[in-house]
């Protein structure tokens, strides 16, 4: 019997991969489950909640009628980090969606050493027919704290966490590995129709891992832009609790950079047209200052979904189409 720990929205109808990938700055076991993205469906993907802190007996009960699904011994670390209602739960080949636990708190179970959750098996539709709205995603998401206020924050969907994002020139033949993966899914399984395109197909990036090869100091990379309108409080993703662990976000012409340090290391570095943004978005000044950074600091900017490549000498006109794309 294999269990894992994974936390989710409910599906409304999916494909399910499971996979696993250490966060370099948490060191926390991060799981991710892939899902469809027609219209409504999203993918969840989530980190175990707590430090290794002894061993606690879980028993997983079907809510319908009682009866034990299954019994283990579970390291604290392994447990979810929700147990509230609608907290998914991958059990060997099922998805059992949580009803009650008790104790409730996660914290509270580790403690007693014992854990009784109560769930309903969720029954998933088959894929075939069922079309992306992305031809690329990337499958690991930068860790969040629960517990943490979203007040203030800047919110993205996770969908579109790093589809857009700088990569330090040096992973260059790792981006253009990945970039291949992505034109593939363009050529073989896209399939044209209103009001969007779709594909058949959907290439879940795990590389590069460190996307700014540990290169960029965060105060360098501020120093080399204009002051923003606004800075976020933190960042967040759309129907999330908490925020992203050390995660920025700031405003500047109508475009949001967005990203995850570590100490004074960027780590992440994205960017997306602010939606909530009372002018515009402008590449004019904003683009020169973009394409002085990317030179100094040696990066490129990568859009993901159109499989494209931009240097510092290009970057300028890139973000112009951004705009015109978002009017």
């Known amino acids: 019997m ?21 966060s370099q700055d948490t060191g926390y ?4 489950r892939r899902k469809s993205y027609a219209a409504g469906v ?9 430090a290794d802190a002894g061993v606690v007996r879980v028993v997983l009960l079907d809510a319908d009628d009682g009866t034990e699904v ?21 059990v060997d080949d099922g998805i059992w969606e949580i009803t009650r636990a008790e104790p409730a708190d996660v914290a509270y179970a580790v403690a007693s050493g014992k854990l009784a959750i ?38 993205l969907h996770e969908d579109d966490w790093r589809q857009i994002e700088w990569i330090h020139r040096s992973l260059i033949d790792i981006v253009t590995a990945e970039i291949q993966q992505v034109r593939r899914v363009h050529s073989d399984h896209t399939h044209p129709g209103a009001p969007i395109v779709g594909y058949s197909a959907c290439h879940g990036r795990r590389q590069p891992v460190a996307p700014l090869a540990g290169t960029v100091q965060a105060s360098a990379w501020h120093r080399l832009l204009p002051a923003p309108a606004h800075r976020f409080e933190g960042l967040g993703y759309h129907d999330w609790p908490g925020a992203v662990r050390n995660g920025f976000a700031s405003s500047l012409d109508g475009f949001v950079i967005y990203g995850v340090t ?4 960027l780590i992440v570095l994205g960017i997306a047209i602010d939606p909530s943004a009372s002018t515009p978005a402008t590449a004019d000044g904003f683009g020169e200052s ?20 931009i240097g510092p000498e290009h970057v300028r006109q890139y973000l112009s189409s951004q705009t015109a794309r978002a009017d």
């Open 2 to 22: 294999s269990w894992s720990c994974l936390a989710s929205r409910r599906l409304a109808a999916g494909i399910r991969g499971l996979l696993g990938s250490r």
């Open 29 to 32: 076991q991060i799981y991710a």
């Open 42 to 50: 999203r993918r969840g993907r989530y980190g175990c909640g707590v």
């Open 70 to 90: 299954a019994s283990m011994q579970m390291p604290a670390g392994q447990l979810p980090a929700s147990l509230q209602p609608g907290t998914e739960l991958y």
């Open 118 to 155: 109560w769930a309903r098996r969720i029954e998933l539709v088959t894929s075939t027919g069922i079309l992306f709205s992305t031809p690329t995603i990337c499958e690991v998401l930068a860790p969040t704290d629960p517990t943490a206020s979203t007040t203030g924050l800047w919110l």
């Open 262 to 265: 570590g100490r004074d290391q």
């Open 290 to 309: 973009i394409a002085g950074a990317m030179d100094t600091l040696d990066l490129v900017l990568v859009d993901w979904p159109r499989a494209e490549v």
